[in-house]
């Protein structure tokens, strides 16, 4: 709840929705108990009074009725019909929808045909022949604009549960010999309640505003009974000669339903797990970038990252997840990063063009030197002109990151087209080629295929086309091979490193598999906790590993024909990057670990190539 509520105050519209939508309900529900006039008494010697008049703050109506009495009892009406209208429609339309998407085939068919049909009618119209058949009044009014409220809901909710219930947990509970009560009870509920809750704080004044136009009509509430739609029906005549008997209703209409809309908006973010880093707004187009200290001197290397340090701010928490991390590629090289999950290997890999997502991403020291050029805090344009055609990126899921509507060839073209002007026909042209430098047979045919058409290894290879679209510099593989069978992944490895060998290609390529590494990389550097804990050329590193992190992560690599041989996992978790232990971060789950270990600040030693962050390492570096 207090995670829902930061999130929400987060959202400074919807804190101010929440403010003022609280100050009117306080005031609502005291009014029984404040010194008010009664609300339907008539003075036709004092009609037309004037706001501010002694004994009426907001004046009098055609009737010589007090506005504020009238206004806050009207208030409270309108508020209950609004809110009880959303609590019937959603509680209707959500049953509806959850039976029609979890059954499915002729149920699903049946209902929501009838929904349809609902749907085809205008909504005020429905609503005014609703209140025409049951005759005016204020429930018969609510009854309309819930009724025709139900097809929202159920249209909404149906989907949603469409997508969860093939999905499997709820073949599990089947399995388990759940019925169909206690599946949509306790299974498909407690996953769309959120949708629920953020549809009903979305159309609560939407249904605000129905009844109060249904009593603009004299269709709602009956005199002498007040709402504000009646209260705005009764001024109309008056609106030229006395506007404050329309404006006093008018406002308070407004602020109510703006405050809901605002608040329903904040509940809407709040509540999508998707948001719950704290990023309520859109990520920049380039990483927030806050440097503190000197800028490291430039190298000779076509890219250099240079201590870099990036963090994730969610609420209080700093995360650290680079904290000075400093790696080289030269042309025609190929360096491995590799270390457990979390370890920062991606974010690490993001930072070098700008893409990690800010908010909560802050680059907060370093450098990244692109043929000399820092990357860091470069204008957009900059990066845009080298993301993608100076330095490329190959993802580890191309299904997601392919484009599910448009044909390879398509997205291929936009590749090169957006940095190059070329025609249409030439851009295809070109994608052919790449298409047949991957090694993708009949790519005059594979070239007009969706992602969805191809194999796992086909769109791996694909993105790999797209990387190569414009022949960079320096490609970034982002563990591109885990998702992919033992033959694909070997292929893709051979294709990568024989583009290296004929373009000179510069390859960083980040994995979870020293075998991987084996087979590609010149060099490779471990990663744990967002620093580089050992780096050296991978044969030496792995003949000899210095850290006790890297053996431990090598012998947890099978070997065939190697006899038996314990595979024994490390014991333990990696740190959470916002609690950094003190002094060496693998020293939790160290064997070796001394006191001194935990004492302060492991710096990164060795003479070159080699070098290792450890003060009892395995072997001398």
Not at 344 to 366: D, E
């Amino acid at each position: 709840m207090n995670l829902f509520l930061k999130l929400l105050f987060r959202n400074r519209l919807a804190a101010m929705g929440a403010v003022v939508l609280g100050a009117i309900l306080l005031l609502v529900l005291l009014t029984p108990f404040l010194p008010l006039q009664d609300p339907d008494v008539t003075a036709t010697a004092d009609r037309f009074k004037r706001p501010f008049t002694e004994g009426h703050l907001l004046g009098t109506d055609h009737l010589g009725r007090d506005l504020l009495s009238r206004l806050l009892h009207g208030t409270r009406l309108s508020l209950a019909i609004g809110i009880a209208a959303a609590l019937i429609a959603a509680t209707i339309g959500s049953a509806i929808g959850i039976i029609a998407g979890y059954f499915g085939g002729r149920t699903d068919n049946i209902i929501m045909r009838g929904v349809d049909m609902l749907m085809a009618f205008p909504y005020i119209l429905l609503a005014l022949a609703i209140v025409a058949a049951l005759g005016p009044g204020l429930m018969n009014a609510l009854i309309a604009v819930a009724a025709v409220n139900v097809p929202f809901f159920a249209r909404n909710i149906r989907g949603i549960t469409v997508g969860l219930a093939g999905r499997e947990f709820i073949d599990a509970a089947r399995l388990a010999g759940m019925g169909h009560g206690r599946i949509i009870l306790t299974e498909l509920l407690p996953n769309v309640l959120p949708v629920i809750v953020i549809a009903m704080s979305t159309t609560v004044g939407w249904m605000i505003l129905e009844t109060a136009g249904l009593s603009f009509l004299g269709l709602g509430s009956q005199p002498p009974q007040a709402d504000l739609g009646s209260m705005l029906g009764e001024a109309r005549s008056a609106m030229i000669s006395h506007p404050h008997t329309s404006i006093v209703p008018g406002t308070m209409i407004f602020l109510i339903v703006m405050s809901i809309n605002l608040l329903g908006d904040g509940v809407r973010d709040a509540l999508d797990p998707r948001l719950r880093s704290g990023a309520l707004s859109r990520p920049r187009a380039t990483t927030l970038v806050e440097r503190q200290g000197e800028i490291p001197e430039e190298t000779d290397d076509l890219l250099a990252i240079q201590e870099l340090e990036t963090q994730f701010h969610v609420g209080n928490r700093i995360y650290r997840a680079v904290g000075g991390v400093s790696l080289a590629v030269k042309a025609g090289e190929c360096l491995g990063v590799i270390g457990e999950s979390g370890s920062g290997k991606s974010v690490t890999a993001l930072s070098v063009m700008g893409l990690v997502a800010s908010p909560p991403g802050v680059i907060t020291g370093g450098a990244v030197r692109f043929q000399g050029e820092d990357l860091i805090g470069a204008r957009y344009e900059t990066l845009r002109q080298k993301r993608g055609d100076r330095v490329a990126y190959i993802f580890q899921d191309p299904l997601s990151t392919l484009h599910p509507l448009y044909r390879v060839g398509q997205q291929l073209a936009e590749a090169i087209q957006s940095h190059h002007k070329v025609s249409n026909a030439e851009a295809r042209a070109r994608a052919i080629r790449l298409l047949q430098d991957v090694r993708i047979p009949n790519a005059e045919a594979r070239v007009d295929n969706y992602p969805h058409e191809m194999s796992g290894g086909m769109r791996q290879r694909v993105g790999i086309a797209m990387a190569l679209a414009n022949e960079p510099d320096v490609i970034i593989a982002d563990e591109p091979t885990t998702a992919l069978d033992v033959t694909v992944q070997a292929q893709i490895l051979s294709l990568l490193d024989d583009l290296r060998r004929d373009r000179g290609l510069a390859i960083i390529f980040i994995t979870h598999d020293f075998g991987v590494v084996a087979q590609l990389c010149d060099r490779v550097a471990v990663m744990y906790a967002g620093r580089i804990v050992e780096e050296g050329p991978t044969q030496a590193v792995l003949k000899a590993p210095a850290h006790p992190y890297t053996k431990r992560l090598i012998a947890c690599v099978p070997e065939l024909g190697g006899g038996r041989r314990a595979l024994a996992a490390i014991p333990g978790l990696p740190p959470v990057v916002d609690n950094l232990p003190e002094g060496c971060a693998f020293a939790p789950r160290c064997d070796k670990a001394q006191e001194n270990c935990r004492a302060g600040d492991v710096t990164l030693k060795g003479t070159a190539p080699r070098a290792v962050r450890c003060l009892y390492p395995e072997v001398a570096v």
